[in-house]
């Protein structure tokens, strides 16, 4: 799988297009975000996730996305299931941005 940049226009169709989401919001000017990203690739591209999407969503230009998964810091980490948010969390630690992912299951 690869790590797809969303913004608030395709944001809803990605999230109905796939039965798991995990989505990044970041911002440009947070240092955590920016140490965070190569991380969140590397789990993009890692086979035991292949039946999740992995999108990164800029929280300050796309404020719809930011509001539907409950952006309150950042980085911020949500989980969708058929479209529907299913965790969110603000985190920058890897192990619980797996188990969130596992959660999907």
Same mark, same amino acid.
């Given at each position: 799988m690869s790590l797809i940049k969303s913004t608030d226009a395709d944001f809803q169709t990605l999230l109905s297009e796939h039965d *798991? $989401? $995990?989505v990044k919001f970041y911002a440009d000017w947070c240092g955590t975000c920016r140490l965070f990203a190569p991380k969140f690739k590397r789990? #993009?591209?890692d086979p035991q996730f292949a039946g999740v999407k992995f999108? !990164? $969503?800029n929280a300050e230009e /796309?404020? !719809? @996305?930011r509001k539907l998964a409950g952006v309150d810091n950042l980085p %911020? %980490? @949500?989980t969708f299931r058929n479209g529907h948010l299913a965790e969110g969390k603000a985190t920058a630690k890897e192990e *619980?941005? $797996?188990e969130m992912i596992q /959660?999907? #299951?």
């Open positions: *798991k $989401v $995990v789990m #993009a591209e999108l !990164d $969503v /796309n404020q !719809d @996305a %911020f %980490f @949500a *619980k941005i $797996v /959660n999907l #299951a």
